[in-house]
């Protein structure tokens, strides 16, 4: 799951070199479109529903954290 989600973010940013611990906000890795965009492929990849407004906002500043919230959104189905 954390590859495939650091494919996910390195497609929608043309980043390459993306870690677990690096903070996606502070290095300008993720904008608003492409936070709206990840949101959007997480929910489909993984089928699940994400609302933003319900997901604390440090949950986006890096990979390992946005795994995390997968994971327990997965295992609430």
Known sequence: M??????????????????????????????SFAFIELIAKLEYEFNIEIQPTQIPGDTWRSVDKIVKMVETKMEKK
């Open 2 to 31: 954390r590859e495939k989600i650091i494919k996910i973010i390195e497609e929608l940013t043309d980043s390459t070199d993306i870690n677990g611990n690096v903070d996606l906000i502070e290095e300008d890795i993720l904008d």
